[in-house]
């Protein structure tokens, strides 16, 4: 298992390598995205508005988008679609699965991995 | 020999997904260690770490999003448990003028256990649908809908299921959120609960039992009029959320379930850690249940979440058993105390968080008065392959 996981983080490091310049090279114009009129959305009910953890409005978080690439200067208000209507595919899907109710559920400690990331990719 | 070809299948797919993910928008791999001092969560503790791996695929084309899914759990104590799962779905939306839109999907998914609990491997198919639209630029009304048909090895667990759910959020320029949420869930048993019970070799057991109980934990109730089984509940919840400043929120969460029609057609359920059980899912209580959540955006991209859950749960058709697996004729209720907490960190490509857990569950039943610990820790790797623009 010790090799399986050596093989992992070894593809893991090439790969991020690899593409280290073409993440570069596209950054520049997500930097560029102008802050505008906020407005409170709070979808997925913790008190914090999403603009903070969903840049571009698409309901990835940040942190799970493929899209997003953190711009210099820190999170501030930089989303560039986040005071629209949020469609995103990922406000959708965190809603289709899981328990009951609203953040009635194990939330924090639902685990990972088989047990069912592809629902809780979005919010 | 069993360990080495696991290995070189486990390697196979790594590659190919890999392979694979050069064609995908988005493409993740996550690893998780998993630690329980109570596996099965009785009285009569077990421990077990638990290592998970996850691949993640994401592929859009013409608005139909292609999702795939595989995983594996090791299970380091009681390797008989391990199983690997994998999810394939499609998803679509659908935009209805600037202020409403219609999403659905359909997928498929199986688990499969290495040994031990062969009984509990599955298939499931899933189709959802949803509509959301925005009322006003802060109030977001929602309905969604889920299908479920699952078929087990253990064909006694066979079932189709269906979700049903309305939503209202609204948001205040204060920082407040409220939501509130109706539900209502049916899950059919599609086997016909008569005739004498099948002798089906794997059925799952609950190891270690106290007093010889452990063996009772799956055996089906036969209602002997023949006749399928379903069980109907319906729920309200609501949600009262809090900004405090732009990066810290606290918020708190009410449910209350009701059962409707039915009872769960088991003389035992039990729940495990990390492990799904199609006898104890959102369909086989009823209840309430309170959560409270603090969540902070720490400097260096750090999100801290606290969370506390008091659940008061009766399951209907479930009775306390004697040490010999008797029926007392006393329902069986659990109140349940849950504290956690999480720590995420985000790296451009990567995220590792840590949480812990405390649970003291009180039953009815003895065998399932226990608290114990966990830890969970775990790594996501985010590949910046096919970035879309």
């Known amino acids: 298992m010790n090799k399986i996981f050596a093989v992992a983080i070894g593809i893991l490091l090439a790969g991020s390598a690899a593409l280290w310049g073409q993440e570069k090279a596209r950054e520049g114009p997500r930097a560029q995205v102008q802050k505008k009129d906020f407005r409170f959305i709070d979808e997925n009910g913790d008190g914090i508005a999403d603009v903070l953890m969903d840049h571009d409005g698409d309901g990835v978080p940040n942190k799970q988008d493929p899209d997003w690439i953190k711009a210099k200067g820190g999170p501030g208000l930089q989303a560039g679609q986040a005071n629209r209507a949020s469609f995103g595919k990922g406000s959708f899907r965190g809603g289709q699965v899981g328990p009951p109710g609203l953040g009635a559920g194990p939330g924090l400690f639902d685990g990972a991995g088989p047990k069912g990331r592809m629902v809780r990719r979005g919010r | ?389």
């Open chain 2, 1 to 389: 020999m069993i360990r080495t070809k696991m290995k070189i299948r486990t390697l196979v797919l790594l590659l190919l997904s890999t392979a694979l993910a050069v064609r995908a928008d988005s493409f993740s791999l996550a690893y998780d260690h998993h630690s329980t001092r109570n596996l099965f969560q009785t009285s009569d503790p077990v421990s077990d770490t638990v290592s998970s791996f996850g691949i993640f695929l994401d592929k859009d084309k013409g608005g139909l999003s292609l999702l795939a899914d595989l995983g594996y759990a090791l299970f380091h104590e009681n390797p008989g448990l391990s199983f690997g799962t994998v999810s394939l779905g499609l998803d679509h939306l659908r935009a209805v003028g600037t202020r409403s839109a219609f999403y659905f999907a359909a997928g498929g998914s199986g688990r499969f256990f290495r040994s031990e609990w062969k009984a509990l491997d599955s298939l499931s198919f899933e189709l959802a649908a949803a509509f959301k639209t925005y009322l006003a630029p802060s109030s977001i009304l929602k309905v969604q809908s889920r299908s479920v048909y699952a078929s087990y090895r253990y064909a006694l667990f066979d079932d189709l299921n269906q979700v049903l759910s309305l939503s209202l959020d609204k948001f205040f320029p204060s920082l407040t959120t409220l939501k509130t949420e109706a539900s209502w869930r049916y899950k059919h048993f599609l086997h016909p609960f008569s005739g004498p019970v099948p002798d089906v070799p794997g059925i799952p057991v609950i190891p270690g039992g106290p007093n010889g109980r452990g063996g009772h934990g799956f055996v089906p109730i036969f209602d002997p009029d023949g006749g399928a089984a379903g069980i109907q509940s319906a729920s309200l919840s609501a949600l009262a959320a809090q900004g405090l400043g732009s990066r810290v929120g606290i918020s708190l969460s009410g449910l209350r379930q009701w059962t409707l029609s039915g009872e769960n057609p088991f003389s035992s359920i039990t729940e495990f850690y990390f492990v799904k059980n199609p006898t104890f899912d959102e369909f086989s209580w009823e209840g309430w249940v309170i959560n409270s959540l603090l969540t902070a955006l720490l400097p260096y991209d750090v999100e801290c979440r606290v969370g506390y859950t008091y659940s008061d749960k009766g399951f209907p058709g479930i009775e306390v058993l004697t040490a010999e697996g008797e029926p007392t004729g006393v329902p069986r209720n659990d109140t349940r105390s849950l504290f956690e907490a999480r720590l995420d960190k985000t790296f451009p490509r990567l995220t590792v968080f840590l949480a812990c857990s405390w649970t003291d569950n009180r039953s009815t039943d003895p065998l399932f008065t226990w608290s114990s610990p966990a830890v969970l820790a775990g790594i996501e790797w985010r590949s910046p392959f096919g970035r879309k623009e």
